[in-house]
């Protein structure tokens, strides 16, 4: 059974930091491309940042030099550091893996709420 679970989430005034992280079991993410996507009510899904399974990330313009994502095949484990938070980013934040070989598999995690407020 696979599961991704994520972490680290909570209130954080803007301008803070958060460090989530979503830790993998039932897969090895070494084959996997791992991604964090957020969604607030009424809206659809959206990519945040995204990791090939040989460290290539991609971002949203909206995190550019904000927020950072990284990999830990060892630890099976993915993380993303989120600087100089904006009320904007406040959403449930998700993981998600999708295999480098068939992207018909693909999982996702439960969610964490980040909310940036004052």
């Known amino acids: 059974q696979v599961q991704l679970v994520e972490s680290g989430g909570g209130l954080v005034q803007p301008g803070g930091s958060l460090r989530l992280s979503c830790a993998a079991s039932g897969i090895s993410i070494s084959y996997y491309r791992m991604g964090w996507y957020r969604q607030t009510p009424g809206n659809q899904r959206e990519l945040v940042a995204d990791i090939t399974s040989v460290g290539t990330a991609n971002y949203a313009d909206s995190v550019k030099g904000r927020f950072t994502i990284s990999r830990d095949n060892a630890k099976n484990t993915i993380y993303l550091q989120m600087d100089s938070l904006k009320p904007e980013d406040t959403a449930v934040y998700y993981c998600?893996?999708?295999?480098?070989?068939?992207?018909?598999?693909?999982?996702w995690g439960q969610g964490t709420q980040v909310t940036v407020s004052s």
């Open positions: 998600n893996a999708v295999s480098r070989f068939n992207r018909e598999y693909y999982y």
